[in-house]
């Protein structure tokens, strides 16, 4: 079983940078898929950013409202994901959840979350 523990969540202005990272309790380096969902008060939660491990390659996919101002990477040395979010905006306060897949038709393990606040 995989635990992931959340950090970087914190209070920014608008236009603002943060680093999320994602700490993961084994080697990540054989984990098929990690990534970030959001949960803002009163939505469902929702994808933001997902990196999967093609044996050399990674591949990273984003939902349209972050792309160009987020940016998911991982490293295997440190079994950490990170979220460079940069350019933040008032609709990306949210709960940041990472997760960790580790084969494609595998449970899917979640963190415990990290609050993000764009305020003025």
């Known amino acids: 079983q995989v635990q992931l523990v959340e950090s970087g969540g914190d209070l920014v202005q608008p236009g603002g940078s943060l680093r999320l990272s994602c700490a993961a309790s084994?080697?990540?380096?054989?984990?098929?898929?990690m990534g970030w969902y959001r949960q803002a008060p009163g939505k469902q939660r929702e994808p933001v950013a997902t990196?999967?491990?093609?044996?050399?390659?990674?591949?990273?996919n984003y939902r349209d409202s972050v792309k160009g101002r987020f940016t998911i990477s991982r490293d295997n040395a440190k079994n950490t994901v990170y979220l460079q979010m940069n350019s933040l905006k008032l609709e990306d306060t949210a709960v940041y959840y990472c997760y960790a897949r580790p084969t494609l038709h595998s449970t899917t393990y979640w963190g415990q979350g990290t609050q993000v606040t764009v305020s003025l």
């Open positions: 084994e080697s990540i380096f054989s984990i098929y898929a």
């Open positions: 990196i999967a491990s093609g044996g050399s390659t990674n591949y990273t």
